[in-house]
T-cell receptor, first 113, second 116 residues
Framework: DSGVTQTPKHLITATGQRVTLRCSPR?????VYWYQQSLDQGLQFLIH???????AKGNILERFSAQQFPDLHSELNLSSLELGDSALYFC????????????FGEGSRLTVL | GENVEQHPSTLSVQEGDSAVIKCTYS??????FPWYKQELGKGPQLIID?????GEKKDQRIAVTLNKTAKHFSLHITETQPEDSAVYFC???????????????FGKGTKLSVIP
């Protein structure tokens, strides 16, 4: 158990809908990273938050957004969903930024029908 | 930005044989190179890492080598066991300078199958 909790584990929804994925980092970790994993693209970096502030954006679509709350949990919002958004979404946390190990949650599997 | 290439995408070995996975990176400013193992239905988990001031690191049956000049690093697993079957990801991260974001850039993964 990495200590990172992601909910829901599985989510099935229709095109055009909006979903929210939630991540609780390990106790004491200030950094939260979101990654998307699809079959042929590996782990793609989406966005990084550190202590409530956005630090970097990667290959994140404009339809997607995220935030990190004062209690350090984070949410990834995906809207106007398309079939191609079906993927595993991972959250990872680390103590700080730029150093140390990333601890991954078990992921949220999103299926868009 | 950083780009990490990983080969092969799939690898099958007999139990007891060795397995080698290779990665190359593009940004010479990267100085941290971890390897993650992802078992079915789980999130990736760090198994070994190496920093640019070290050429080789071992942990029991697992070793990682780094060639900074050539910008490539490799994972070596000896005496493979069925429980080594998983997807392995290499990654690279830029050297930390005190500001900004230092996310990991991952390779596309290698699916290792160890045949009993």
């Amino acid at each position: 158990d990495s200590g990172v909790t992601q909910t829901p584990k599985h989510l099935i929804t229709a095109t055009g809908q909006r979903v929210t994925l939630r991540c609780s980092p390990r106790s004491g970790d200030l950094s939260v990273y979101w990654y998307q994993q699809s079959l042929d693209q590996g782990l793609q970096f989406l966005i990084h938050y550190y202590n409530g502030e956005e630090r970097a954006k990667g290959n994140i679509l404009e339809r997607f957004s995220a935030q990190q709350f004062p209690d350090l949990h984070s949410e990834l919002n995906l809207s106007s969903l398309e079939l191609g958004d079906s993927a595993l979404y991972f959250c990872a946390s680390s103590v700080a930024t730029g150093t140390g190990e990333l601890f991954f949650g078990e992921g949220s599997r999103l299926t868009v029908l | 930005g950083e780009n990490v290439e990983q080969h092969p995408s799939t690898l099958s070995v007999q139990e007891g044989d060795s397995a080698v996975i290779k990665c190359t990176y593009s940004d010479s400013a990267s100085n941290y190179f971890p390897w993650y193992k992802q078992e079915l239905g789980k999130g990736p988990q760090l198994i070994i890492d190496i920093r640019s001031n070290v050429g080789e690191k071992k942990d029991q049956r697992i070793a990682v080598t780094l060639n900074k000049t050539a910008k490539h690093f490799s994972l070596h697993i000896t005496e493979t066991q069925p429980e080594d079957s998983a997807v392995y990801f290499c990654a690279a991260r830029l050297a930390y300078s005190g500001a900004g974001s230092y996310q990991l850039t991952f390779g596309k993964g290698t699916k290792l199958s160890v045949i009993p």
